[in-house]
């Protein structure tokens, strides 16, 4: 097993926020000729679930889901993904299709326990999906949250705007607003400080800007390849599919061989685990409880 140190968080988390994460661990694994740095709350000996977060994120897309995790008995592990956070881009690696190879490589290493469940938000919906194609043997249960690349597109939807070519941070963070309201949150008061400082942080480090894959129907293709039970949960109001979550829903029970079930967040968008956490987190727990019929040893 790779050797880790304690985690620091980052400064601008609530004081509570950072107490309750204090206990966390901080891994190393290879990417590329650069590391693939993993977050690990939890009993080593706990059975595993691994987030992994969505696109211009890292492991701060989770902040407000970790701790319900490890207090109830997981092994609570969150790579920052190559190219994003602290972890190394590797040259040529351009895309979603471009990361599983690196997270196959780490994971054995941090020796998780029992069956492992994969949980992947938006973009890291898509590389989970991916993962578990080429290395079925990774996990034994994947879980979508607000997946795109399943082919079906909204017109209509408020489109994104650049803000790279702006020096003045005022303006920058008037884009950054706009972004979190057009596609990340349902509810103007959701953007709060926190949901601001950590978006802040994450797209400043994303090293991958060109990436195209999750308007292609990448994850409906590869749904039929998965061998394991697959469930998926989504905000209501998800912008990525306004108006057409019922097709989406029927596409992925239509796609997927071994699919456990959708489950609806009400009143809460696309990073539904941010905005709804006192309403996701149970919906989560219970389905990386029945999916497999196990419960952690500390819930017996």
């Known amino acids: 097993m790779s050797s880790f140190s304690p985690l620091v968080c980052p400064e601008f988390l609530p004081p509570a926020l950072s107490q309750a994460l204090a206990d966390g661990r901080r891994w190393h694994t290879p990417c590329g000729d650069g590391?693939?740095?993993?977050?690990?709350?939890?009993?080593?000996?706990?059975?595993?679930?691994?987030?992994?977060?969505?696109?211009?994120?890292?492991w701060t897309h989770w902040l407000n889901n970790i701790a319900p995790l490890r207090d109830a008995g997981w092994r609570v592990l969150v790579p920052d993904?190559?190219?994003?956070?602290?972890?190394?881009?590797?040259?040529?690696?351009?895309?979603?299709?471009?990361?599983?190879q690196y997270l196959h490589q780490g994971l054995p290493l941090l020796a998780p326990q029992g069956p492992v469940r994969l949980v992947g938000f938006s973009f890291g919906g898509?590389?989970?999906?991916?993962?578990?194609?080429?290395?079925?043997?990774?996990?034994?249960?994947?879980?979508?949250v607000g997946a795109p690349g399943m082919g079906i597109k909204v017109p209509e939807r408020v489109?994104?705007?650049?803000?790279?070519?702006?020096?003045?941070?005022?303006?920058?963070?008037?884009?950054?607003?706009?972004?979190?309201?057009?596609?990340?949150?349902?509810?103007?008061?959701?953007?709060?400080?926190?949901?601001?400082?950590?978006?802040?942080?994450?797209v400043e480090r994303d090293?991958?800007?060109?990436?195209?894959?999750?308007?292609?129907?990448?994850?409906?293709?590869?749904?039929?390849?998965?061998?394991?039970?697959v469930s998926a949960i989504f905000g209501e109001n998800d912008a990525l599919y306004?108006?057409?979550?019922?097709?989406?829903?029927?596409?992925?029970?239509?796609?997927?061989?071994?699919?456990?079930?959708?489950?609806?967040?009400?009143?809460?968008?696309?990073?539904?685990?941010?905005e709804a956490a006192q309403a996701f987190d149970p919906v989560l727990r219970q389905v990386l409880h029945e999916d497999l019929n196990f419960v952690p040893a500390s819930l017996l």
């Open 35 to 58: 590391p693939l740095v993993w977050h690990d709350w939890g009993d080593l000996s706990h059975p595993a679930v691994v987030l992994l977060h969505g696109g211009s994120g890292s």
């Open 126 to 144: 898509m590389t989970a999906a991916l993962w578990l194609k080429d290395h079925p043997q990774d996990a034994q249960q994947l879980v979508l």
């Open 159 to 202: 489109p994104l705007k650049g803000w790279r070519h702006l020096l003045d941070a005022a303006q920058r963070d008037a884009i950054h607003r706009h972004n979190l309201l057009a596609l990340m949150l349902q509810h103007p008061e959701s953007l709060n400080p926190l949901a601001m400082d950590l978006h802040r942080a994450n």
């Open 207 to 229: 090293r991958m800007p060109r990436r195209r894959l999750s308007g292609t129907p990448i994850v409906a293709d590869t749904l039929p390849h998965l061998q394991v039970p």
């Open 81 to 100: 993904l190559p190219g994003f956070g602290d972890s190394h881009l590797p040259e040529g690696c351009s895309d979603t299709h471009d990361l599983p």
């Open 242 to 274: 306004a108006g057409r979550m019922d097709e989406v829903q029927a596409l992925m029970t239509q796609l997927t061989p071994d699919w456990r079930g959708w489950h609806t967040v009400p009143n809460a968008g696309h990073w539904v685990q941010f």
